[in-house]
């Protein structure tokens, strides 16, 4: 899955549109357009990190390294303290 269609998912479930999430990480939204139709391939990480923080995922979700649908660890132990 490439970094565009990453961003994409995580926007469709936020129900963000791509102004939305272009307003809330500073960028133009011709560069969100862009992103998903992977056009971008280069971020630099301060718009990584905006990016991710828009999208409420750490930035390992944003770059591939954690997959979009594995709990992040804090929730785990969150949910193994409250038995969820």
Do not use: F, H, W, Y
């Not at 129900?15 to 560069?31: P, R, V, W, Y």
């Not at 990584?48 to 999208?55: D, I, N, T």
């Amino acid at each position: 899955m490439t970094l565009g269609e990453r961003i994409l998912i995580l926007r469709r479930r936020l129900k963000m549109s791509q102004a939305d999430l272009a307003k809330s990480c500073g960028l133009d939204k011709n560069t969100i357009a862009r992103l998903e139709q992977g056009r971008v391939q280069d971020l630099s990480g301060a718009t990584v990190v905006r990016v991710a923080q828009a999208l409420q995922v750490s930035t390992d979700v944003v770059l591939g390294v954690v997959p979009i649908d594995e709990p992040s660890e804090a929730l785990a132990a969150v949910e193994a303290l409250v038995g969820a």
